[in-house]
């Protein structure tokens, strides 16, 4: 039953994650970076702290005893993060909910199982798995298998974005992705992907918080929440800087007071978004208690939130009017990459 429960909640967290944009597209006449910083101080700053304080009590007196590593780990893993969130943005803004979503976290998903086993390789650490386990234990050569996988489903993804350019024409593209580019949106996927994944190593690194939630008696179902609200404060302060200076590059500083805009909508969805984003965290880490497998409970996340943003991808017609070859090929590209994840995710479980 736990673990029914466990992959219950990861859908609901996948489905808050790929459906987290969509508010978003109903902010009218702002900047990007106005609308997202305001999402942010939602999802980084105001939420994380009412889910603690409503799930465990006293969360911050576990916060103020934790030791100077555990909280310099877990928000420089935030940091790493935050720039992989913000560039997270801009990969949806120029791909669309489905190319973008597909590469990022394709990307996120390899880079979450492969990076840990590497480090340890190169520092050795008592009870953590080395790259050359991997390589030499059957459940590590499943995850390498899922993940060379998973980097050809990407390599196809990208292909069918190669063809949607070449057929789509101008009016088409702006109607299904308002700024559509390709290798802007590529790169930009990419580093978001790999640095994406440090949120994983950040819940790592902030288990010790976690753990003490649990030896107080509080529920561990909710024990991930305390360290959550340390973690977004990396998250939180990469962001913030960003749209700041694109506030002041762009003289965007207007968008926030500008009553020529529909200011209380413009907030209200800003807010939305940024609370539904939240959520992919709250229920992930319910998932996660139940499992008890991180890697496999990062992996399940992963291919239930591409599932979903694909889903919201064919609804806002993002590939309307290409070819039958094109959408064939997006097709495969993207159940490749779910047929990785859950290789990976196999691959975990039976280690």
Known sequence: MGVILGVIFHFIGGFASGSFYMPFKKVKEWAWESYWIIGGVFSWLIVPPLAAWLTLPG?????????????????????????????????????????????VLGFCSAFGALVPSIYYNIFPSPGKTTFVEM???????????????????????????????????????????????????LIVAVTSGILSSCFN??????????????????????????????????????NFVWCMVLNARNKTFGNYLDKKTPLFT???????????????????????????NGASSWILHMAFIILVANMWGILLR????????????IIV??????????VVGYGNAIK
């Open 59 to 103: 969360f911050s007196a576990i916060i103020k005893n934790a030791t100077s590593d555990t909280l310099f780990y877990t928000v420089l893993f935030g940091v790493l993060w935050g720039i992989g969130g913000l560039t997270y943005g801009l990969g949806v803004r120029y791909l669309g909910m489905s190319l973008g979503n597909s590469v």
């Open 135 to 185: 390589l030499t234990n059957t459940w590590g050569q499943v995850v390498l298998l899922g993940v060379v996988m998973c980097l050809a489903g990407i390599y196809i993804c990208g292909k069918a974005g190669v063809l949607k350019e070449r057929e789509m024409n101008e009016e088409d593209k702006k109607k299904s992705v308002a700024e559509f580019d390709l290798i802007k949106g």
């Open 201 to 238: 190593f950040g819940i790592e690194a902030g288990k010790p918080m976690a753990e003490n939630a649990v030896s107080l008696g509080l529920n561990p179902l909710f024990q991930n929440n305390v360290t959550y609200v340390v973690l977004l404060w990396g998250g939180l302060a990469t």
């Open 266 to 292: 413009n907030y209200l969805f800003a807010a939305l978004a940024g609370s539904t984003w939240f959520m992919q965290f709250f229920f992930y880490g319910m998932g996660e208690s139940k499992l008890g």
């Open 318 to 329: 993002e590939w309307h009017g290409v070819s039958t070859k094109t959408r064939s090929t």
């Open 333 to 342: 590209g993207i159940s490749t990459i779910i047929l990785s994840v859950l």
